[in-house]
């Protein structure tokens, strides 16, 4: 394998990368200076596009090609450069919370997780359900940490991850409910104990249904197939790699952020920087969001 370094902004808490197909680019997150990077393949150059004045903790592509960014406070705000549009500025109950990971589903809805936010009084994270018409439901609560979630191709499961936990939970999907059953929860993955293993952080489902999971405080990237057995994992010179992705003309590309930039000694000199891997297997489009503002 050939691992790139694609940029290097020594990220602190590198996140979220979405390949965007439109515009042939991919995006990413510097989660705690609420920043939103861009990288362009066609001509090899990265570049800051947006500078929030909060975090941001995860974003989708809107069906129109803008992007939804979910934020610091719970504030969700439609981006597209030179313009922003608040649709949602507030959650009872999460006021020193933020959102975190977020998956747009297939009818167009969002699931976005929240977490404590640090310096703030600890307090359980929440997955909720955004739907188009802007209308948020609690789904599950009790949450340390929500991460990375996907489906399986054919949307008869829903992953979610727990990074508090270092579990993966599969459940069953629904498509006429738009929602997966909580009542039938199973453990797909449980991170190892033993020291540097890290835990699960963000992840993407490939198109034959396996599951690349990024491990942070564990320098790897773990390999599960279709029947959630180790396939094995791919190695990472940094401590904490934090989420991945496909992207490309072909989805043949994986991306993978990582975090810890403010701390290169301890994290590895190449922390905070977007890698990227090409070849080792081709993944599936990412839904589009479709929420609209009241």
Known sequence: ????????????????????????CLYWLDIP??????????TDKSDLIHQADRQIGGFTIQENGT????????????FEEGRTTVLLDDVPGQETNRFNDVMAGPQGQVFCGTMSTPGQEKADGVLYLLAPNGHLTE????????????????RRF??????????VTRYPWSDPRGDFDRSRP?????????????R??????????????????????????????MAGSIPFPTLKVSSVTFGGPNL????ITTAGGQDKDFNGKTAGALFRLSGIAQGLPEFRSRIVAD
């Open 1 to 24: 394998m050939d691992m790139e370094i694609i940029a290097d902004f020594a990220c602190k808490t590198g996140e979220g990368p979405l390949w965007h197909a439109e515009h042939e």
């Open 33 to 42: 200076d609420g920043e939103l990077y861009r990288y362009r393949p066609a």
């Open 67 to 78: 992007l939804l960014l979910f934020m610091e406070g719970c504030r969700v705000m439609s």
């Open 139 to 154: 789904l599950m609560g009790g949450i340390g940490t929500s991460n990375g979630m996907g489906f399986t191709p054919d």
């Open 158 to 167: 829903f992953f979610h991850t727990d990074t508090r936990t270092g579990k």
């Open 186 to 198: 199973e453990i797909w993955y449980s991170a190892a104990k033993e020291p540097g293993t890290g």
């Open 200 to 229: 699960p952080d963000g992840m993407t489902v490939d198109a034959n249904g396996h599951l690349w999971i990024a491990h942070w405080d564990g320098s790897q990237i773990v390999h599960l197939d279709e029947t959630g057995t």
């Open 252 to 255: 043949t590309d994986m991306y």
